[in-house]
Protein backbone atom coordinates (compact mmCIF):
# COMPACT_ATOMS: atom_id res chain seq x y z
CA UNK A 1 0.00 0.00 0.00
CA UNK A 2 1.28 3.68 -0.25
CA UNK A 3 3.38 5.30 2.12
CA UNK A 4 3.32 9.15 2.92
CA UNK A 5 0.78 9.57 0.78
CA UNK A 6 2.47 8.48 -2.79
CA UNK A 7 -0.55 6.95 -4.47
CA UNK A 8 1.12 5.43 -7.60
CA UNK A 9 3.94 3.10 -6.23
CA UNK A 10 3.50 -0.27 -4.31
CA UNK A 11 5.94 -1.59 -1.53
CA UNK A 12 6.53 -5.07 -0.72
CA UNK A 13 5.71 -6.71 2.75
CA UNK A 14 8.21 -5.63 5.13
CA UNK A 15 10.11 -3.36 2.51
CA UNK A 16 10.73 0.43 1.73
CA UNK A 17 11.97 -0.61 -1.87
CA UNK A 18 9.36 0.99 -4.62
CA UNK A 19 7.45 -1.59 -6.90
CA UNK A 20 6.39 0.40 -10.06
CA UNK A 21 2.28 0.62 -10.31
CA UNK A 22 0.53 -1.24 -13.19
CA UNK A 23 0.37 0.72 -16.25
CA UNK A 24 -2.44 1.12 -18.75
CA UNK A 25 -6.45 1.08 -18.64
CA UNK A 26 -7.14 0.07 -15.09
CA UNK A 27 -3.94 1.71 -13.66
CA UNK A 28 -3.40 3.83 -10.00
CA UNK A 29 -4.31 7.26 -11.80
CA UNK A 30 -7.56 5.01 -13.34
CA UNK A 31 -8.60 3.75 -10.90
CA UNK A 32 -8.37 7.57 -8.82
CA UNK A 33 -10.03 8.86 -10.98
CA UNK A 34 -12.90 6.77 -10.23
CA UNK A 35 -12.82 6.94 -6.83
CA UNK A 36 -12.80 10.77 -7.26
CA UNK A 37 -15.80 10.84 -9.16
CA UNK A 38 -17.21 8.29 -6.75
CA UNK A 39 -17.15 11.04 -3.40
CA UNK A 40 -19.83 10.43 -1.42
CA UNK A 41 -20.88 6.78 -1.81
CA UNK A 42 -20.05 4.31 0.76
CA UNK A 43 -16.36 2.57 0.02
CA UNK A 44 -18.34 -0.58 1.47
CA UNK A 45 -21.01 -0.41 -1.00
CA UNK A 46 -17.95 -0.27 -3.81
CA UNK A 47 -15.88 -3.46 -2.20
CA UNK A 48 -19.36 -5.16 -2.01
CA UNK A 49 -20.49 -4.80 -5.77
CA UNK A 50 -17.13 -6.03 -5.98
CA UNK A 51 -17.08 -8.68 -4.29
CA UNK A 52 -13.88 -7.29 -1.94
CA UNK A 53 -13.91 -9.75 1.25
CA UNK A 54 -15.50 -8.51 4.67
CA UNK A 55 -12.10 -8.97 6.55
CA UNK A 56 -10.17 -7.10 3.81
CA UNK A 57 -12.78 -4.17 4.28
CA UNK A 58 -12.12 -4.00 7.66
CA UNK A 59 -8.43 -3.76 7.36
CA UNK A 60 -9.03 -1.03 4.79
CA UNK A 61 -11.06 0.80 7.10
CA UNK A 62 -8.51 0.57 9.75
CA UNK A 63 -5.71 1.91 7.44
CA UNK A 64 -6.88 4.43 5.58
CA UNK A 65 -8.08 7.42 6.36
CA UNK A 66 -11.80 8.23 4.82
CA UNK A 67 -11.23 9.70 1.73
CA UNK A 68 -8.81 7.41 0.54
CA UNK A 69 -10.79 4.30 1.28
CA UNK A 70 -12.50 3.97 -1.79
CA UNK A 71 -9.47 4.18 -3.50
CA UNK A 72 -7.72 1.63 -1.26
CA UNK A 73 -11.14 -0.70 -2.44
CA UNK A 74 -10.57 -0.38 -5.97
CA UNK A 75 -7.19 -0.99 -5.49
CA UNK A 76 -7.22 -3.98 -3.64
CA UNK A 77 -10.26 -5.16 -5.97
CA UNK A 78 -7.62 -4.65 -8.67
CA UNK A 79 -4.74 -6.83 -7.44
CA UNK A 80 -7.22 -9.24 -6.73
CA UNK A 81 -8.94 -9.52 -10.37
CA UNK A 82 -6.15 -9.23 -12.10
CA UNK A 83 -4.74 -12.98 -10.61
CA UNK A 84 -7.95 -14.41 -11.35
CA UNK A 85 -9.20 -13.29 -14.37
CA UNK A 86 -8.17 -11.50 -17.77
CA UNK A 87 -7.90 -7.64 -18.14
CA UNK A 88 -10.80 -7.52 -19.97
CA UNK A 89 -13.16 -9.41 -17.22
CA UNK A 90 -12.26 -6.61 -15.07
CA UNK A 91 -13.12 -3.92 -16.68
CA UNK A 92 -16.23 -5.54 -16.91
CA UNK A 93 -16.43 -6.23 -13.45
CA UNK A 94 -15.65 -2.91 -12.91
CA UNK A 95 -18.47 -1.68 -15.54
CA UNK A 96 -20.94 -3.52 -13.72
CA UNK A 97 -20.31 -2.32 -10.40
CA UNK A 98 -20.44 0.92 -11.66
CA UNK A 99 -23.58 0.49 -13.34
CA UNK A 100 -25.19 -0.87 -10.26
CA UNK A 101 -24.09 2.20 -8.52
CA UNK A 102 -26.30 3.95 -11.18
CA UNK A 103 -22.99 5.54 -12.63
CA UNK A 104 -23.11 4.72 -16.20
CA UNK A 105 -20.99 7.96 -17.30
CA UNK A 106 -18.16 6.00 -15.41
CA UNK A 107 -19.14 2.72 -16.36
CA UNK A 108 -18.95 4.06 -20.35
CA UNK A 109 -15.72 6.06 -18.89
CA UNK A 110 -13.84 2.75 -18.35
CA UNK A 111 -15.46 0.85 -21.41
CA UNK A 112 -14.20 3.76 -23.52
CA UNK A 113 -10.26 3.94 -21.78
CA UNK A 114 -9.93 -0.03 -22.57
CA UNK A 115 -11.10 0.21 -25.80
CA UNK A 116 -8.77 3.01 -26.46
CA UNK A 117 -5.47 1.37 -24.62
CA UNK A 118 -6.38 -2.23 -26.39
CA UNK A 119 -6.52 -0.33 -30.13
CA UNK A 120 -2.81 0.78 -28.99
CA UNK A 121 -1.36 -2.13 -28.17
Known amino acids: MPRQGD ?7 NSDIPIPAPKGPLCDEELLKIANALVGTDFRYVGFLLAVPDTQ ?23 RSFKL ?6 VAELTA ?21 MECA
Open 7 to 13: QTTYYAI
Open 57 to 79: MGSIERAFPPKDRTFATLRDWRM
Open 85 to 90: VRPSQS
Open 97 to 117: ALGAMGREDLANYVVVTFQNA
